[in-house]
């Protein structure tokens, strides 16, 4: 089943909804109202980005520099704060 996005014609709110394609839209969760509409969704361009083993590799990579920048930071602001200089 998709999921599919559904506008309320009386409150106006915009919602998602894991519902078959044959069945009547669901009312809003907001208002409870039963005039629902299903809306058009973009479709997405295929992407170009790598996959696989090297690009999980990569963002790990990034995950611990990122962790070490924040570990740099806090043991600098200790040092500060001890009254120390960097």
Known sequence: MPIYEFECE????????????DVAAPACP????ERTRRL???VSA?????RG??????ESRRREK?????????ESRKRRAAGEKP
């Open 10 to 21: 009386g409150c106006g709110a915009v919602f998602e909804e894991l519902v078959a394609a």
């Open 30 to 33: 907001e208002c409870g109202a």
């Open 40 to 42: 058009m969704s973009a």
């Open 46 to 50: 295929p992407s170009r980005m790598p």
């Open 53 to 58: 083993a090297g690009v999980r590799s990569d």
């Open 66 to 74: 990122v962790a070490a920048r924040q570990d740099r930071i806090t």
